[in-house]
């Protein structure tokens, strides 16, 4: 079974440069040249990872599964792992900024007309997911989303799980009009970096 998984996940890692072209051919139509040289970039920068980055993630990982069968675990020790993992995180997003800056800069204007009209069908989306003439309209909308976006990374939830979504979902205050005005204010952002886009140390700030 381990060795199954083991595979599989090898299988999603080698394809994910690909899923990447497909996935934002469904945001904005690409011409095969731009396909080719994101695909290409994404494949060096993933065999980038996988021989300097994998392994220090495994460590860590391995670090911590130790700590925790040992017995003996602090939590300043689960802090220090949490810490490690973020660092790694953050050496990731740097490594994909000059691919993500080859590929905004690739991009025609109407090609960046269309992205951001794709965006604001999914703000129109969420809107209706979340949105609601009532109150309690409102409230069942965002506990389906909330349960449909958990159980897309974990399956099928039993009742009391979902209740556990619910019940937390009520703790907390209406602020879905807020999110999406958020939403919308990132995305106007963004654009305005895309159509002006600033000297390339820029990016990294």
Not at 20 to 42: D, T
């Amino acid at each position: 079974m381990i060795g199954i998984t083991a595979c599989s996940t090898r299988f999603l890692y080698n394809k994910i440069d690909t899923l990447v072209v497909w996935k934002m051919g469904g945001y904005v139509s690409l011409s095969k040249p731009q396909k080719e040289e994101l695909k290409r970039q994404l494949s060096d920068q993933l065999e980038l990872v996988r021989l300097d980055q994998m392994p220090r993630v495994a460590l860590v990982l391995d670090t911590m599964a130790r700590d925790i069968e040992s017995g003996y675990v602090t939590p300043q020790m689960l802090d220090d792992g949490y810490r490690q993992m973020l660092g790694l995180m953050d050496e990731f997003m740097l490594g994909i900024i000059p691919v993500s800056e080859w590929f905004l800069l690739s991009l025609s204007d109407e090609q960046v007309a269309e992205l951001f009209e794709n965006f604001e069908e999914l703000n129109q989306e969420m809107y209706e997911d979340y949105s609601g003439p009532t109150d309690e309209e409102r409230r069942e909308n965002r506990n389906k989303s909330a349960i449909k976006m958990v159980q897309r990374f974990t399956g099928r939830l039993s009742d009391e799980q979902q209740l556990l979504i619910t019940d937390a979902l009520a703790q907390m205050g209406d602020s879905s009009e807020e999110w999406i005005d958020y939403q919308r204010e990132w995305q106007r952002r963004f654009r305005d970096l895309v159509e002006h886009p600033p000297p390339s140390q820029a990016f990294r700030d």
